[in-house]
Every structure is written in C-alpha cells, then in structure tokens.
C-alpha cells in the first residue's frame, strides 16, 4: 500500500518561517511534488523534487530525502496570501499523482 | 492562454439522476486527469488519460462511474445513476506529458451535491 503523512494543521505568524513535512511509505517512488490549495480554490503546483536536496523557488523551497522517504515545504516570510491548504503527492511510476491529506496553513498577523 | 474550463461549476441534483460532468484541457496538453475532494477522503485520482486513451481506472469507485475523452479537447466524467455519497468537488487537471515531474493544471471544479 501507499501512505503519505502531514500535519493537518500548522499555525504562524506573517514574517515568519514555517516548514510542512510530509513522510511516505510507496511501493515505487520517482519524485515528491507539492500544491497550494486556497479555500474554494483549485489545486495549484509549487515545486517538483525528483532527487536529495533543496529546491528553492522564490519564497518557497522544497526538501527531499529519498533515503529518509521524507520531505518538506518550507515557507519563508510568510504573508496573510500563504493562508491555505499544502498537499504533498508522490509519483509512484503509475504516472499519476498520489496525494497526502493535506496541511492546513493558518497565519496570523 | 485559458486554463483547464471545467462545466458546470455547481451542481445539485436529485438521487438516481444521471450527471454529466465537462472538461476541456489546455490545447497542447496530452494528458488528462479526473480527481474527487471531500473531506473524509481527501484528493483522489479517479482515472486519467494519455493521448486521449485510459491509462488508469483503478481509482474509479464502481461502476456507476465513466469517463471519456472522444478528442483531445474534451473530457467527461458521467455518475449514472447518482447516490448522495457520490456529492464531493470533482476536479479536471491536465498536463503537458504523461511524465509526472510535469505540474498539474487543475479546472476550478465542479462542486457536486447529491440530494
């Protein structure tokens, strides 16, 4: 079977740093992707780790150990705009997406 | 450029009716994907094409549910009949190639309710 762990909730403040983690347990894994999702919005994609390491795109930057089946999304400098739902999804070579629950981010000013 | 059009947006409808849900993808992208949210379930693949072809179905929860993609401009996922369980947001997102390093573009849903 397939398995991916998130916090459901994560609170912090505007300015501040904050890191999601995600951990799975895949029959194949290829790759972690991450996707924001705003309250009645639809899934959007932020960043793709294929191999170890730190992705960084703006604000944002994604961590992968493929040897730990851990990663994590971390969210820099964090604006009120950064309130919204981050879901972690591994590729397990079905060349689909299997999706975690889901972290709810809350910031508050 | 226009992103995933998914129709309609919102859809309520009685038990035991026939629903018909509406995906265009965005021109060029030659794989298509239907997802189901809910809140005890989470984000679940559904079944997904690749060149206008079903690749993966198994996440299809039974046979109420079809899906076709006659063309590479347009999908439908159909409920026949419809049951109150099936009420959930239902999401049409494409991508350039069926490799999965390729983001999703995601349609804004269809929020269905089953009454």
């Known amino acids: 079977g397939q398995s991916l762990e998130q916090p459901s909730e994560v609170t912090a403040v505007e300015g501040a740093i904050v890191q999601i983690n995600c951990t799975y347990q895949t029959s194949g894994f290829y790759g972690l992707s991450w996707y924001q999702q705003h309250d009645g919005g639809a899934p959007t994609f932020l960043s793709y780790?294929?191999?170890?390491g730190l992705e960084e795109t703006g604000r944002f930057s994604s961590f992968l150990s493929r040897s730990d089946s851990y990663g994590y999304l971390l969210l820099q400098e964090l604006q009120m705009k950064d309130s919204a739902s981050y879901f972690c999804?591994?590729?397990?070579?079905?060349?689909?997406?299997?999706f975690g629950s889901g972290t709810r981010l809350q910031v508050q000013p | 450029d226009a992103g995933v059009i998914q129709s309609p947006r919102h859809e309520v409808t009685e038990m035991g009716q026939e629903v018909t849900l509406r995906c265009k993808p965005i021109s060029g992208h030659n794989s298509l994907f239907w997802y189901r949210q809910t809140m005890m379930r989470g984000l679940e693949l559904l079944i997904y094409?690749?060149?206008?072809?079903?690749?993966?179905d198994s996440g299809m929860p039974e046979d109420r549910f079809s899906a076709k993609m006659p063309n590479a401009s347009f999908s439908t996922l159909k409920i026949q009949p419809s049951e109150p369980r099936d009420s959930a947001v239902y999401f049409c997102?494409?991508?350039?190639?069926?490799?999965?390093?390729?983001?999703?573009?995601f349609g804004d849903g269809t929020r269905l309710s089953i009454l």
């Open positions: 094409f690749n060149n206008n072809v079903p690749i993966d």
């Open positions: 999804a591994v590729d397990t070579g079905r060349r689909a997406l299997t």
């Open positions: 997102a494409s991508s350039p190639s069926d490799r999965t390093n390729q983001p999703q573009h």
């Open positions: 780790n294929a191999l170890d």
